[in-house]
């Protein structure tokens, strides 16, 4: 079966800090893989997705991820925070053919100070 | 756009009692809609596949009798938890696929607090 670990929990960072949130994923076959966003209070928005082709995807708001094959992973980066990035950040995958099921991790929550 | 709304936003009820939820995409159609539960500090969780016109399709552990799942419409899906007990107190949230091009990109909804007392 899929599964997706997100190993951040919680991370706080101060503004302008770098940010990395690792993403890794379980399952052989080709995968399509996610990046979701939840401000506080706001509904689940896309950030980023990778289908195929380039490894390096960028997405909204300055964020950008990479997908390394070989390690099962798919890491979200954004060069400097912003307090408004304050947020939950899931990673999701889903099996290419699995009929767009989706499969999320855990989440991190993602608190920037000013 | 891509715009799906759920309703109610909240909803309190008695244990015993049977509550509905609608699901809608506001500006597109959607052959397959999702439906997620969300327990605090945890990720989303897949109940079930909703499919225009035809069955839902479970995942293991769902309990197809207690949460009844209907697309009739290509803009519609509503989940009605029967018999709710406060161990269904949840958040519950819908997606939507927007048509075959776009079939790997779900727009959620804004979700639906459920609180059984």
């Known amino acids: 079966a899929q599964s997706v670990s997100q190993h951040n929990h919680h991370v706080i960072l101060s503004e302008a800090a770098s940010l990395e949130l690792g993403c890794n994923y379980s399952y052989g076959g080709t995968v399509n893989l996610f990046w979701y966003v939840q401000y506080p209070g706001q509904h689940l928005q896309l950030l980023l997705k990778?289908?195929?082709?380039?490894?390096l995807v960028k997405g909204i708001k300055g964020f950008e991820a990479e997908f390394i094959k070989s390690k099962f992973s798919f890491n979200l980066r954004k060069p400097s925070v912003q307090w408004s990035d304050t947020a939950e950040y899931f990673c999701?995958?889903?099996?290419?053919?699995?009929?767009?099921?989706?499969?999320f991790g855990a989440g991190t929550r993602l608190a920037v100070h000013p | 756009g891509a715009v799906v709304s759920q309703h109610p936003s909240r909803v309190i009820c008695k244990s015993g009692t049977s509550v509905k939820i609608e699901c809608r995409s506001l500006d597109f159609q959607a052959t397959t809609m999702f439906w997620y539960r969300q327990f605090p500090k945890k990720s989303l969780m897949l109940m079930a596949t909703s499919n225009e016109g035809s069955k839902a399709t479970y995942e293991q552990g769902v309990e197809k009798d207690k949460f009844l799942i209907n697309h009739a419409s290509l803009t519609l899906s509503t989940l009605t938890v029967t018999s709710a007990h406060p161990e269904d107190s949840s958040f519950y949230i819908c997606s939507a696929v927007k048509g075959q091009f776009d079939s790997y990109e779900q727009y959620f909804g804004p979700g639906t607090r459920l609180t059984v007392t």
């Open positions: 999701a995958v889903n099996a290419s053919g699995g009929y767009n099921k989706l499969i």
């Open positions: 990778y289908f195929s082709g380039d490894p």
